[in-house]
């Protein structure tokens, strides 16, 4: 997370929910592919 904040510094309070949007999108998106991945895993097991 120190690195994401290093690259991408916290917005002004105007862009708040902006970014609380995208740190939701890749949340879903790693969520999203870690079940992808159990489910492929699961069915080639």
Avoid: C, H, W
């Avoid at 904040?5 to 862009?15: L, Q, R, T």
């Avoid at 159990?38 to 080639?44: A, D, I, K």
Wanted: charged residues 15%.
């Amino acid at each position: 997370m120190y690195l994401f904040n290093k690259f991408f510094p916290a917005p002004a309070e105007g862009s708040n929910k902006v970014f609380k949007y995208i740190n939701f999108f890749i949340i879903f998106q790693i969520t999203y592919l870690k079940y992808i991945l159990g489910v492929r895993v699961y069915l080639t097991d």
